[in-house]
């Protein structure tokens, strides 16, 4: 069984075949798969849609590139939401939350408010936190230590070996998707080739983040296996060993993964 740690499987892109798509991943043995929310207005949407599909699971949170439009008393509403998802199997942690220095225009005092402001609810209830750490690796770790999180994943983590150790000193672990598919990501490919391999796990970022044999068409989950496999030559092991491992990683990170595989 293979776990993808990361999928928006609600984005619109998805609105004419959601439900196939979900199913294909199934059959292609993608046991699990988590859907991030980005803000309050798919904090509903993501939890049913864990619900309908085969393996699904859901995080809640408010992402970095949706803090123009969040309101401060969504960090409220955010709380609230968690407290009643606490008892709901099918919950995993808060996600998808972090810094973004790539895309221009962002306040950087607007995302780290939202992003100290639920890790305070993370550190509150014990729960893990689903990362985005584009060109922010040093100033998400910060906020982690600060916090005293200890549990997660960096989500699509692109930096240095040094920050990398960093996270995983943190007792986070890495998530790793199709990018590593690419020869001319070369950092990309030491990272997964070189790191610990019980700090990595698999992820999609579907609809995004597509393969190389998908190159700028629609990424989707079915493809974790072929992910896998990828990382499994990179490493020197099996795909089934590589399955094995990601996913032990995978329910290390989020924990309450195992509950809904109970």
């Known amino acids: 069984m293979w776990i ?52 699904g699971a859901y ?14 008393r969504d960090l409220d509403l955010l709380r609230m939401e968690i407290e009643a998802s606490l008892d709901d199997p099918l919950f995993v942690g808060i996600g998808e939350i972090g810094l973004d220095y790539f895309v221009e225009g962002l306040d950087d005092a607007r995302q780290q408010f939202f992003y100290n402001g639920q890790l305070q609810l993370a550190r ?56 590593l598919t690419f020869e001319r990501a070369r950092q990309i490919r030491r990272l997964a080739e070189q790191l610990p391999f019980d700090a990595l796990v698999v992820e999609t970022d579907a609809p995004d983040i597509a393969p190389s044999w998908m190159y700028k068409q629609r990424n989707s989950p079915d493809q974790i296996p072929a992910i896998g496999a990828g990382l499994a030559q990179l490493r020197g092991m099996t ?13 290390a990170a989020l924990p309450r993964l195992a509950l809904s595989s109970a």
């Not at 059959?27 to 849609?49: D, K, Q, S, W």
């Not at 930096?159 to 790793?176: K, P, T, V």
């Open 124 to 179: 509150e209830f014990d729960l893990p936190v689903i990362c985005h750490v584009r060109k922010s690796q040093d100033q998400v770790i910060k906020g982690l230590r600060r916090h005293q999180i200890h549990r997660g994943i960096a989500h699509a983590f692109n930096g240095s070996f040094q920050q990398a150790q960093a996270y995983i000193d943190q007792g986070m672990h890495l998530g790793f998707g199709g990018n």
């Open 4 to 55: 993808d740690t990361h999928c928006h499987l609600d984005a619109s892109e998805f609105n004419a075949d959601r439900d196939e798509v979900a199913e294909a991943a199934h059959r292609a043995g993608v046991g699990r798969i988590v859907i991030p929310a980005i803000g309050r207005e798919n904090f509903t949407t993501v939890r049913e849609l864990a619900h309908r599909v085969d393996g």
């Open 239 to 251: 795909a089934d060993e590589a399955a094995l491992g990601t996913t032990a990683n995978a329910l």
């Open 59 to 72: 995080a809640l949170g408010i992402h970095p590139l949706f803090t123009p439009g969040a309101e401060e």
